[in-house]
Nanobody, 123 residues
Framework: QVQLEESGGGLVQAGGSLRLSCADS????????IAWFRQAPGKERDFVAE????????YYADSVKGRFTISRDNAKNTVYLQMNSLKPEDTAVYYC????????????????WGKGTLVTVSS
């Protein structure tokens, strides 16, 4: 069983940085690929970034490439999303999700979800 919990959200000015964490209290965390999604007010949930089980492979949405970095520490059962050069359009609830299978950016391929953490970027 995977139980994901996001943290690290908050209010930041444009151009600033935040680091989100996604922690799992289970014992099989390292078996899963982990992805971050985000949902802005009034919009659909979109893929942000994904990392393989061993952290070797990463994939990013074009909108965040070069600004966001996904990483993981399996010893701590935690995945991180370092967000730099934040823009007002990055404002959203950020969710992490776990995927047992191959690489995917699709919501319906995720097996477990956290409840989300709100990131607000002011202009």
């Amino acid at each position: 069983q995977v139980q994901l919990e996001e943290s690290g959200g908050g209010l930041v000015q444009a151009g600033g940085s935040l680091r989100l964490s996604c922690a799992d209290s289970g014992r099989t965390f390292s078996n899963y690929r982990i992805a971050w999604f985000r949902q802005a007010p009034g919009k659909e949930r979109d893929f942000v970034a994904e990392i393989s089980w061993n952290g070797v492979r990463t994939y990013y949405a074009d909108s965040v490439k070069g600004r966001f970095t996904i990483s993981r520490d399996n010893a701590k059962n935690t995945v991180y999303l370092q967000m730099n050069s934040l823009k007002p359009e990055d404002t959203a609830v950020y969710y992490c999700a776990a995927n047992r299978d191959g690489p995917s950016t699709a919501e319906n391929h995720m097996d477990y979800w956290g409840k989300g953490t709100l990131v607000t970027v002011s202009s």
